[in-house]
């Protein structure tokens, strides 16, 4: 993304707002926007934070060219005193955001924008479009890994993605949630995902015969020999093939890695394959299945007892297909006045598009003896947790419900990403990134991870910032 200009990838409002906020004095009043999701797609228990270094990329490389004043202009409804603006743009505010790689929830502010009205609010589209996108491919990727409980995940939707930067960007969300690597060879150069893959169907077809294919394929790779076995038929030519050859491979002092199968009943194939090879005397070898996977095909097919070493996970994986929108949105919740931020609301008769006003700090409380993390808490930005004594938590949804919170830690999980505009934050690279969501999702109980029904994760609200947003729903709604 650093090579390429991004600016104007916005929505159009974003500049007619703020064409009409110099107009009217207001450009550089400074407010609040946190960016935040409602709800885990899928219904399930926890999402993961994503997308973050390309945020930070596209805010390092914000400026406008000529050619882009010029396009402007030429719209005919900008004043020129805001295309000098734009000209002469310097991004100044201050941004805090959660890591990557960290399991997040409903109304958590992933991204936190404090500065002038026009800056905050024109980078609106592009920092929902990089983590509403990636943290929708992570979630998805962390919850087909849990489903393979343990075997490797590749992520091979790259022809499926929608565009190229789907394709890149998507693998590199899947590989931070946990898959072992990506058919995408691109994003292995630029971001390290490791890049994966054997042949297709067409490399078998180019030969003569299927037992051809196999011996020419073992020729150029014999310390890595994954064949697909099933271009014609799994059980009468396919595995029986791949027997022959893996049997020349290690008379020639060669382990076969395995065969992959790619379609038809996934469970029986497994099965039989498994048999077959274990009887030929090549127990080592693997099996991986491939063939439009997602994390309730793979729990069935293992429930059911299916025999099986790693996973190819494709359109479903890269589109999201179940549920292929994050729903991130970006929200005003503190304008300046007389040097001193006044909490901003929005209302709505849909209760859950009500926001939660005020620059805030967000907390994750940990249990001392387990290390799991029992709780979030969102308070005023001045407030601090006192982790030495017990806290009450409520859940917002069920006020009758709470617990009260003895023996932990408490974390603010924001960092500092932009200080009046400067970076002062480093990304990790996305192999490290992985490694720390590893960490944090075994943070989680098993009970929050499951598909089905999962536990509600508390958020709560202080007393102080509860009082802030009940005061302002009172003093509207008269």
Not at 388 to 407: A, Q, R
Request: a negative charge.
């Amino acid at each position: 993304m650093n090579d390429r200009n991004l600016t104007l990838l916005t929505d159009f409002y974003e500049l007619t707002m703020g064409n009409g906020y110099l107009e009217n004095g207001m450009g550089d009043i400074i407010c609040c926007f946190d960016l935040y999701f409602r709800r885990v797609p899928d219904d399930g228990g926890f999402a993961v934070m994503c997308g973050l270094e390309q945020a930070m990329d596209y805010i390092k490389n914000l400026h406008f060219t000529d050619e882009d004043i010029e396009f402007l202009r030429s719209k005919k409804i900008f004043s020129e005193n805001f295309l000098k603006y734009l000209a002469d743009f310097k991004f100044v505010c201050d941004v805090w955001a959660i890591p990557e790689g960290t399991p997040v929830f409903p109304n958590e502010p992933l991204i936190t924008v404090k500065g002038p009205a026009i800056q905050a609010q024109f980078v609106e589209t592009m920092l929902l479009l990089c983590i509403n996108h990636q943290s929708l491919i992570a979630t998805k990727a962390a919850r087909i890994v849990k489903a393979a409980d343990g075997r490797p995940v590749m992520e091979f939707g790259s022809r499926r993605a929608q565009g190229s930067d789907g394709a890149i960007y998507g693998a590199r969300a899947s590989y931070i949630a946990g898959c072992s690597g990506t058919a995408c060879t691109i994003s292995d150069k630029e971001m390290g995902t490791p890049a994966l893959g054997t042949m297709a169907h067409s490399w078998v077809q180019m030969f003569d015969s299927e037992l051809e294919a196999f011996r020419a394929y073992a020729r150029c790779y014999p310390d890595s020999c994954m064949l697909l076995v099933d271009t014609y038929n799994v059980l009468r030519s396919g595995i029986p093939n791949a027997i022959t050859v893996f049997g020349e491979l290690k008379a020639a002092g060669h382990s076969p890695a395995g065969i992959r199968i790619d379609s038809g009943d996934i469970t029986y194939l497994s099965k039989k394959a498994r048999k077959m090879l274990d009887d030929a005397g090549f127990p080592e070898a693997k099996i991986c299945i491939s063939n439009s996977l997602d994390e309730y095909i793979i729990e069935d097919i293992l429930r059911q007892g299916a025999k099986i070493d790693s996973f190819g996970v494709g359109e479903r994986l890269i589109t999201s297909r179940s549920e292929p929108v994050f729903g991130g949105v970006y929200k005003l919740t503190a304008v300046e006045k007389n040097g001193e931020l006044i909490p901003k609301i929005k209302l709505s008769e849909n209760v859950a598009k009500i926001t939660t006003p005020d620059l805030k700090e967000l907390w994750r409380f940990y249990d001392n003896r387990t290390g799991k993390a029992i709780a979030d808490l969102l308070t005023c930005k001045d407030e601090t947790v006192d982790d030495s004594k017990p806290y009450t938590i409520f859940d917002p949804d069920h006020p009758y419900k709470k617990k009260t919170v003895t023996d932990f830690t408490a974390k603010k999980l924001q960092v500092m990403i932009f200080d009046k505009g400067e970076c002062v934050y480093t990304s990790p690279s996305a192999p490290e990134i992985r490694e720390y969501c590893a960490r944090q999702l075994d943070t989680l109980w098993d009970e929050v991870k499951r598909f089905e029904n999962p536990h509600a994760y508390y958020v709560d609200l202080s007393e102080k910032l509860w009082k802030k947003k009940n005061e302002l729903l009172d003093m509207l709604s008269r």
